[in-house]
């Protein structure tokens, strides 16, 4: 089984240790290095999953790491690295958060609605992953876990939304009306929520990027 050492407190980064015969799936975009011993080979995602991958803007291939070796991974902006356990089960969560999984987990996508795309700030699909193992994300800031109960509904604005059981129902709605609309957009806030209703585990990110690139442009 392979070695998980999540390092650092407030910005965190993973490192992997892979014995003989073991192997991870690995995003290209946050490999940060790999010892001598570890071998790279490229993984597609088929393709529907090329295709949503480019529209998402992010890697269309995925990384296959086989042991024996060590390789460290982080995500673009300061955060923290999320272990989520899955047993059978799948989750949901946003591209450029994955940073990688047990060969034991099967990867595809889902469309996330228009609504998310545009004002979700992570593009218009989901990363889904299914099967048994450990899938390694990436939270920016600080990552609040919540588990809901069966009809337990919280409301997310859009871009906090880090991760979600597939057991979690999902829509988009909008916030207020249109004085509210107009006034958030002057800050450059989300207009939209998440309404999520259990069962099931959700994970956010306290630091959205698509505010921070709208704060980053007024100034």
């Known amino acids: 089984m392979a070695n998980y050492e999540i390092v650092g407190n ?34 597609s995602g088929g393709l529907r999953g090329a295709f949503s991958h480019m529209l998402a803007g992010s890697a269309i291939f995925l990384l296959k790491v086989e042991g024996p070796g060590e390789f460290g991974s982080a995500g673009f902006l300061p955060g923290k690295v999320q272990r989520i356990d899955l047993n059978g089960n799948s989750v949901l969560a946003e591209f450029n958060a994955f940073l990688c999984m047990d060969s034991t987990i099967n990867y595809s996508t889902k469309f996330a609605g228009m609504w998310q795309g545009v004002f979700g700030g992570e593009g218009f699909f989901l990363e889904k992953f299914t099967g048994t193992g450990a899938l390694m994300l990436h939270g920016h800031g600080h990552v609040i876990e919540m588990d809901l109960k069966p009809g337990e509904e919280i409301q997310v604005e859009l871009s906090h939304v880090l991760a979600f059981d597939e057991s979690v129902q999902y829509n988009v709605s909008r916030i207020g009306g249109l004085k509210t609309m107009v006034l958030a957009g002057m800050e450059g806030e989300g207009l939209f929520f998440a309404n999520m209703v259990g069962p099931g585990r959700v994970w956010l990110h306290t630091i959205s990027l698509f505010e921070l690139a709208a704060k980053l442009v007024r100034r």
Not at 11 to 36: A, C, D, R, W
């Open 10 to 43: 407030e910005v965190q980064y993973l490192k992997v240790g892979l014995n003989q015969g073991e192997s991870m799936f690995v995003e290209p975009g946050h490999l940060i290095y790999k010892t001598q011993g570890a071998k790279l080979d490229t993984q």
